[in-house]
């Protein structure tokens, strides 16, 4: 049993698609979130710039003595593949490996796609954890830079004319190419699943990495005994590194009004 709180960061939103899962399937383990809101976005920076916004990332959750970090972004996910960013006793996890994880159990072509940031298509992770599963799958990769903006500026409805035609510009290859999976590679993504899944129908499975790295927490914790016993709900403390309006706001969007946390501005070193 370990009481600590359960770390989870990303740039900015998109990581809050891990803390709702995390909500729903562990209800009662604490959670602080940080959205280094400041620097977003990281997907169209360099490697280096990317891992040295992580690493204070990191620090910021080695202060706070979590038991366990979540990478909630798909950009630093794929980066720290070849930068590692984490001591060889610290309990962490990626987005990339359980959303690959999940799309290699799902597809019966084995044609798989990912959109994601840049920074991650460039970084050629999500082919090569593909490939150690699944050694002849067809893999799409499709950068969607426009993708995160409209999430952090509300963009979000089904209806949104704006979205629907990037999106339907970003997705066409996915199409034409056939695949029956699709990772939304970089966490903001899933805020507009409406919208791609309007796009490519419901014979194509969309993967959460948000989700799907909740759902990991909660095999690697229960398998080394560190879940929480308490029984009240747990607690939420959000973390910006900008302005705490902005990101009450985007909050709100995404976790709803009634957000049950509160939020705090840091500066990371
Ligand atoms: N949510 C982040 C990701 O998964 C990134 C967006 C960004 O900062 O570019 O990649």
Redesign the pocket.
Known sequence: MNNNAIGVF??????LTCVSELQKILPNEDIIYLG?TA???????SRETVFEYARQDVAFFREHNVKMIIV???????VMMTYPIFDDDELASG?LYPAVWAACNATKNKRIGVI?????IKSGGYGKAIHEIIPDAKLVGKAC?MF?PLVENGYTDRNNEVAQIIARDYLQVMIDEDVDTLIM?????PLLKDIIGDILGDKVTLIS??AEAAKYALRTLSERNMLSNSEKNGRLELYCTDSVELFTENVKAFLGSDINGTIYRTVLK
């Open positions: 990303d740039s900015g939103v998109g990581g280094d620097r977003i976005p990281y997907g169209t920076r909630a972004c798909g950009t630093v996910s794929a987005v994601a940031t840049s920074a991650s830079p995160v590679g970089c966490t903001h993504y990495p948000g």
